[in-house]
T-cell receptor
Framework: TQLLEQSPQFLSIQEGENLTVYCNSSSVFSSLQWYRQEPGEGPVLLVTVVTGGEVKKLKRLTFQFGDARKDSSLHITAAQPGDTGLYLCAGDTGTASKLTFGTGTRLQVML | DAGVIQSPRHEVTEMGQEVTLRCKLISGHNSLFWYRQTMMRGLELLIYFNNNVPIDDSGMPEDRFSAKMPNASFSTLKIQPSEPRDSAVYFC?????????????????FGNGTRLTVT
């Protein structure tokens, strides 16, 4: 059973456009992480959010944790080709000894 | 810091053969995870070790899969016998003192994976 659903699954946009990726669940998470994975490599951590309503910024990337800690979003401003990759959210429910990864959003930014 | 090192990068084998995947943790890390990634099922946790002890192996598909940590810095994932449905990219990841509910303190560091193809 997939606890974390991400949308959209695929996104192809032009350089300079803005986009938002969503990560939704019916479960409450004690923390949520966002990773980016490039072809042929493993996922790399971008950010961790812990507090409901928390907003974190990483250059052109803005991450938000939902107030109820069941969902999160990633907003990219003025996307660049270097943002291309698979974006994964991963949640920790606090009771299971593991991180559960979302279904992923595959982003392609074209020149 | 060399990061998590996995070998081989690619493995092609015939159905029924034994496959062994290897992983070297980041020095000082004591939590080790094996994940499998496919287009259909995404990234799935197979097994998690802490201080060389298996903590959660509920994701291991069946008895054909086994994982070990012969020492604190090295792990193997073995599939015997392999089947075509085992074809996937297998990742290991390490962290320092991973603890459910406090994973924000110990993010996962992934290797670059082993792409396994079973024909």
């Amino acid at each position: 059973t997939q606890l974390l659903e991400q949308s959209p699954q695929f996104l192809s946009i032009q350089e300079g456009e803005n986009l938002t990726v969503y990560c939704n669940s019916s479960s409450v998470f004690s923390s949520l992480q966002w990773y980016r994975q490039e072809p042929g490599e493993g996922p790399v951590l971008l950010v961790t959010v812990v507090t409901g309503g928390e907003v974190k910024k990483l250059k052109r990337l803005t991450f938000q944790f939902g107030d109820a800690r069941k969902d999160s979003s990633l907003h990219i401003t003025a996307a660049q080709p270097g943002d291309t990759g698979l974006y994964l959210c991963a949640g920790d429910t606090g009771t299971a000894s593991k991180l559960t990864f979302g279904t992923g959003t595959r982003l392609q930014v074209m020149l | 810091d060399a990061g998590v090192i996995q070998s081989p990068r690619h493995e092609v084998t015939e159905m029924g053969q034994e496959v062994t995947l290897r992983c070297k943790l980041i020095s000082g890390h004591n939590s080790l995870f094996w994940y499998r990634q496919t287009m259909m099922r995404g990234l799935e946790l197979l097994i998690y070790f802490n201080n060389n002890v298996p903590i959660d192996d509920s994701g291991m598909p069946e008895d054909r899969f086994s994982a070990k940590m012969p020492n604190a810095s090295f792990s193997t994932l073995k599939i015997q016998p392999s089947e075509p449905r085992d074809s996937a990219v297998y990742f290991c990841a390490s962290s320092l003192d991973f603890l459910a509910g406090r994973s924000y303190n110990s993010p996962l560091h992934f290797g670059n994976g082993t792409r396994l193809t079973v024909t």
